[in-house]
């Protein structure tokens, strides 16, 4: 089957936005009393962040460079992060409800941004409409087929266990296989439940019925004016269903963009069929690894089993190979959508697992928006928001307190999305590793008519890098400068000799040259 990736996607920059903690608007009136907005987040509190407050500050992300937003769950819901979905049909009402995402939606069209929403279609929550119905009625519910029941307990009239006064908090350092597959929660509880979590009632999108409610849903949505799906823990749901779901939603736009959440490289889902990309944590851990060489926060890594394990201490070489790897195990017209982040809602914030090293981030950022694929900004990363795992990477914007901005970092990140924007090259140009020597790395991309050197180098002594680029040969290659970019090379232009150039670097620092 034929490669069909979404144009757009590979001039998207994205802000990935968490509704209940970016910016609470007086439009949206709140029903009862709220967690305090500056106070440290909790796994259940309200902050009261909706979609008519991210719309009151399109212009801060729009100022960054950013032209594509991906919302965390913005459906109804009982919890902050909405991942417990109880209406497939119905924007929450803490949020706005529908209205305020057709006014959010066309906003963003009308200045050429896209919008991506959250799609959670592996579970639903014990509110879901079809599982109370079960709750309510047991072997009697023509909805029982939706979800996996212990037969026979619903047979014999048991209770359904959805409440049970002992719950076990998920620990996201280690967790079983058993859990994984919900298997345990079947006898323990009368039902699946994703990762054996009793609020999360394992869909069962075998049945056709519940299948079909699904899919209209996604279609719902996209007809609504949404531009793709980032498709919650794909894995957990059969291929065959992302299949007939790829077509239903293309047939209603052929350019939607289908993300998976898959947390390791699996080339074989990425063939045409299912998605367009994968959020592409080994890239992220990769950079990480790089960048912030010594400097990591095992203890913070630690909090999660799948970060943990992809991070290292890598030199330049190490990085070099694993890049490489990024690059080639996918077809290019996949590489060239793959959401490229640095961090989410599901891992600690990058400064904290870089220990608070802004420079890290800088390096982190430099790189990750000139390689192929569409980068993706955390919201608050670009001020130097920290946090370890959930809740206290999900913490709200500080709005009313610019002392605790960032305000270099900002205009970094903002320079560094801008040049992208400007630099054809950068998102459509092919990339090839040209250097990579203790500390300093060197990539090249080129189109049929500019090319880009992007040298970093991540180590604490100044350096001098000598880069094979024989396919910019007598080219005049001219060093970015950027407000509160980096300081670079001492020399401005460069010119390649004998498919060669030397640039000096200072430490901790990187620099990008575009042919004249």
């Known amino acids: 089957m034929p490669i069909d990736t979404p144009a757009w996607v590979r001039d998207a920059i994205f802000y990935q936005i968490f509704p209940d903690r970016f910016a609470s608007s007086d439009r949206v009136i709140k029903p009862g009393p709220l967690e305090p907005w500056d106070a440290p987040p909790t796994h259940h509190g309200f902050k009261g962040g909706d979609l008519c407050g991210v719309f009151e500050h399109l212009d801060h992300i729009q100022d960054l460079g950013v032209n594509a937003l991906y919302f965390n769950p913005v459906f109804q819901s009982a919890s902050n992060h909405r991942y417990h979905t109880y209406d497939y ?29 959250d799609g959670v279609f592996n579970h639903a929550s014990r509110g879901f409409w ?43 350092a280690s967790v079983s296989h058993e859990q994984m597959a919900g298997l345990a929660s079947l006898a323990r509880l009368g039902y699946r439940a994703w990762w054996d979590l009793p609020a999360l009632p394992k869909l069962n999108t075998g049945n056709p019925h519940m299948r079909e409610y699904l899919l209209s849903a996604a279609e719902y949505w996209i007809r609504f004016g949404a531009d793709g799906w980032r498709l919650d823990v794909a894995e957990e749901v059969p291929d065959e269903f992302w299949r007939v779901f790829r077509e239903r939603v293309r047939a209603v736009n052929p350019e939607a963009y289908l993300v998976a959440e898959i947390w390791h490289e699996k080339p074989e889902d990425l063939q045409g069929d299912m998605y367009d990309a994968l959020m592409n944590y080994p890239l992220a851990a990769a950079i990480l690894s790089f960048t912030a060489a010594g400097r990591i926060d095992r203890r913070v890594t630690a909090q999660h089993f799948t970060i943990n394990a992809q991070v290292r201490d890598d030199d330049a070489p ?54 192929p694929g569409a980068p993706s900004i955390y919201y608050g990363d670009e001020i130097g928001m920290t946090g370890e795992l959930d809740p206290n990477n999900r913490a709200a914007f500080p709005w009313h307190d610019p002392g605790r901005w960032d305000r270099g970092l900002m205009a970094y990140v903002a320079g560094a999305a801008r040049l992208r924007a400007a630099l054809g090259v950068l998102r459509h140009g092919g990339t090839r590793i040209a250097a990579a020597e203790g500390r300093t790395i060197g990539f090249v991309r080129t189109d049929e008519s500019s090319g880009a050197l992007i040298v970093v180098n991540a180590g604490d002594e100044a350096v001098t890098l000598e880069v094979h680029v024989g396919e910019l040969d007598g080219r005049t290659l001219v060093a970015q400068r950027w407000p509160g970019g980096p300081a670079g090379p001492v020399e401005d232009r460069i010119t390649v000799g004998e498919g060669r150039v030397t640039v000096a670097l200072p430490p901790r620092d990187g620099a990008v040259f575009v042919t004249e």
């Open 89 to 117: 049909f119905a924007v929450d009402p803490l949020l706005g409800g529908n209205q305020a995402l057709r006014d959010l939606i066309d906003a963003c069209h009308d200045r050429g941004m896209r919008v991506v929403l």
């Open 130 to 172: 079809p599982f109370h119905h079960v709750l309510e009625t047991g072997r009697a519910s023509p909805y029982r087929d939706w979800f996996f029941f212990h037969a026979e307990d619903l047979d014999a009239g048991r209770p359904i266990r959805a409440y049970p006064l002992e719950n076990t908090p998920l620990d996201l």
């Open 318 to 371: 190490a990085f070099a190979a694993r890049l490489d790897r990024a690059l080639t195990v996918y077809d290019p017209d996949v590489t060239a959508v793959q959401l490229n982040l640095l961090d989410s809602h599901d891992t600690p914030r990058f400064l904290s697992m870089a220990s608070g090293d802004v420079a890290s981030l800088r390096l982190a950022t430099l790189i990750q928006m000139t390689l």
